[in-house]
């Protein structure tokens, strides 16, 4: 059977980017100068741009062209957890500890040790947790301005899972879910696992969140299932919604009858914030958090507050994916809720966090930087005539790591930007960091 024309095209670019012929950063002839150059139909000339991105050697930019992408950066730069090599930095995921952390867990441990049946943790939890467990996780939630009763929480493995659980037990393929632009990459993933339609719809950093309008004139043309939003320091722009905003969005969930999935990971930096739009659209809202940014990724707990009606659903979905979360650490993190660490360390990692944003702040001194004063990342944007994985490839051969802006785009629409992490390395050690950040984007 003859090969595909565009096949063949396809081969002929990847031959000479692969060789060096075609290097990285090149513009490459618009689709149109293509059809030209191999004499083929706008159509097939579309589909050799489109493999070339879908294998990594090119990126096409909305208004500026298609590139040629430097090929020595990971496509998933700060999405996909790797072995960091000695001496490198790596400024990519965000797993924050405070000093003194280790003795926290050995205390811990020999806290439970001590008291408490230790046979019972050695059997499975109910899907969701104990009545008394879900009952503290429901006292945690009160330091969010969530008042429920322990019925309505359900304890998970991480936030990640608590996100998972509530797109399987609500959602269908095909359903409409609107989300940001930019947003959360482990979401992205998981709508795209889901295969559910996925509409980015645009954000007004001044108003600290999503474009309203736009996503009622989304819901005007569509059957909007579900929205997905970070609206207490959102990732990875740290913006806070406003009020006004968050009533607006309530209001609009109880008009189109759309599920609001809210994320609370990193809402505990932000203080004062707004009231959760749980309290908000208690109905309409699942909200999800969880302890690993607030106490330590390696304990990958979360909860839900989930409305009564969608609870068995929910509490399904949690038995069909992993059962239940570890009894172990549900009585370590129950122990903490009870003698007040979380309360500390989440105290303590916002007074780190603002300290290092103030570092960061100073050093980074005529970058373009978005970020919460309280957050642990930064939102960088390149001068225009700079692409992200250049800057990114380079720093990366200076032992340093980032997170390209590529997996957290929704849309084709990907900026060049990146997004640093402030955590996990000493502060000292964080000012030199950022200094050779700031030369590789103003020289």
């Given at each position: 059977?003859?090969?595909?024309?565009?096949?063949?095209?396809?081969?002929?670019?990847?031959?000479?980017?692969?060789?060096?012929?075609?290097?990285?950063?090149?513009?490459?002839?618009?689709?149109?100068?293509?059809?030209?150059?191999?004499?083929?139909?706008?159509?097939?000339?579309?589909?050799?741009?489109?493999?070339?991105?879908?294998?990594?050697?090119?990126v096409?930019?909305?208004?500026?062209?298609?590139?040629?992408?430097?090929?020595?950066?990971?496509?998933?730069?700060?999405?996909?957890?790797?072995?960091?090599r000695?001496?490198?930095?790596?400024?990519?995921?965000?797993?924050?500890?405070?000093?003194?952390?280790?003795?926290?867990?050995?205390?811990?441990?020999?806290?439970?040790?001590?008291?408490?049946?230790?046979?019972a943790?050695?059997?499975?939890?109910?899907?969701?947790?104990?009545?008394?467990?879900?009952?503290?996780?429901?006292?945690h939630?009160?330091?969010?301005?969530?008042?429920?009763?322990?019925?309505?929480?359900?304890?998970?493995?991480?936030?990640?899972?608590?996100?998972?659980?509530?797109?399987?037990?609500?959602?269908?393929?095909?359903?409409?879910?609107?989300?940001?632009?930019?947003?959360?990459?482990?979401?992205?993933?998981?709508?795209?696992?889901?295969?559910?339609?996925?509409?980015?719809?645009?954000?007004?950093?001044?108003?600290?969140?999503?474009?309203?309008?736009?996503?009622?004139?989304l819901?005007?043309?569509?059957?909007?299932?579900?929205?997905?939003?970070?609206?207490?320091?959102?990732?990875?722009?740290?913006?806070?919604?406003?009020?006004?905003?968050?009533?607006?969005?309530?209001?609009?969930?109880?008009?189109?009858?759309?599920?609001?999935?809210?994320?609370?990971?990193?809402a505990?930096?932000?203080?004062?914030?707004?009231?959760?739009?749980f309290?908000?659209?208690?109905?309409?809202?699942?909200?999800?958090?969880?302890?690993?940014?607030?106490?330590?990724?390696?304990?990958?707990?979360?909860?839900?507050?989930?409305?009564?009606?969608?609870?068995?659903?929910?509490?399904?979905?949690?038995?069909?994916?992993?059962?239940?979360?570890?009894?172990?650490?549900i009585?370590?993190?129950?122990?903490?809720?009870?003698?007040?660490?979380?309360?500390?360390?989440?105290?303590?990692?916002?007074?780190d966090?603002?300290?290092?944003?103030?570092?960061?702040?100073?050093?980074?001194?005529?970058?373009?930087?978005?970020?919460?004063?309280?957050?642990?990342?930064?939102?960088?944007?390149?001068?225009?005539?700079?692409?992200?994985?250049?800057?990114?490839?380079?720093?990366?051969?200076?032992?340093?790591?980032?997170?390209?802006?590529?997996?957290?785009?929704?849309?084709?629409?990907?900026?060049?930007?990146?997004?640093?992490?402030?955590?996990?390395?000493?502060?000292?050690?964080?000012?030199?960091?950022?200094?050779?950040?700031?030369?590789?984007?103003?020289?």
């Open positions: 059977m003859r090969e595909p024309r565009y096949k063949s095209i396809v081969d002929d670019f990847t031959a000479r980017i692969r060789s060096g012929k075609l290097t990285p950063g090149t513009q490459l002839p618009t689709t149109r100068e293509l059809m030209r150059q191999y004499s083929v139909a706008l159509a097939t000339a579309s589909r050799v741009y489109a493999e070339l991105g879908e294998i990594g050697l090119v096409g930019e909305t208004g500026r062209g298609t590139f040629v992408r430097d090929t020595t950066l990971a496509r998933t730069m700060g999405l996909e957890q790797r072995p960091v000695s001496g490198v930095v790596d400024l990519s995921l965000n797993h924050a500890l405070l000093p003194g952390q280790d003795e926290v867990l050995r205390c811990g441990l020999r806290a439970m040790a001590a008291a408490g049946d230790l046979d943790l050695l059997h499975p939890a109910p899907h969701g947790g104990r009545a008394h467990e879900r009952q503290m996780f429901a006292r939630l009160r330091n969010r301005g969530i008042r429920v009763p322990g019925s309505q929480v359900l304890i998970v493995n991480g936030a990640q899972q608590g996100l998972s659980v509530a797109i399987m037990a609500m959602f269908q393929p095909g359903d409409v879910l609107a989300i940001d632009e930019l947003t959360y990459p482990g979401m992205k993933n998981l709508a795209q696992q889901a295969r559910l339609d996925m509409v980015p719809v645009p954000q007004r950093p001044r108003h600290g969140g999503m474009d309203l309008d736009r996503l009622e004139a819901c005007r043309k569509r059957p909007v299932r579900g929205i997905y939003i970070m609206p207490t320091l959102h990732n990875p722009l740290g913006l806070v919604m406003s009020q006004t905003d968050r009533l607006q969005l309530a209001a609009m969930a109880e008009k189109y009858g759309f599920i609001i999935i809210e994320d609370g990971a990193y505990f930096l932000a203080e004062p914030a707004p009231p959760p739009i309290t908000l659209a208690p109905q309409r809202t699942i909200y999800v958090c969880g302890l690993s940014k607030s106490v330590a990724s390696g304990l990958r707990l979360g909860f839900m507050a989930v409305p009564p009606e969608w609870i068995a659903d929910v509490q399904y979905a949690i038995r069909v994916s992993t059962w239940t979360a570890s009894s172990l650490s009585a370590l993190a129950c122990l903490w809720i009870d003698d007040g660490t979380v309360d500390r360390l989440e105290d303590g990692k916002r007074k966090a603002r300290r290092r944003q103030t570092l960061a702040r100073r050093v980074l001194k005529g970058v373009d930087v978005h970020s919460h004063p309280s957050s642990y990342f930064q939102w960088l944007s390149l001068p225009p005539d700079m692409r992200i994985d250049q800057v990114a490839a380079s720093l990366e051969r200076q032992g340093i790591l980032v997170a390209t802006s590529e997996p957290f785009a929704t849309s084709m629409r990907v900026p060049h930007a990146m997004r640093i992490v402030l955590s996990g390395i000493a502060t000292d050690a964080l000012q030199d960091v950022l200094r050779k950040v700031r030369r590789e984007i103003l020289g």
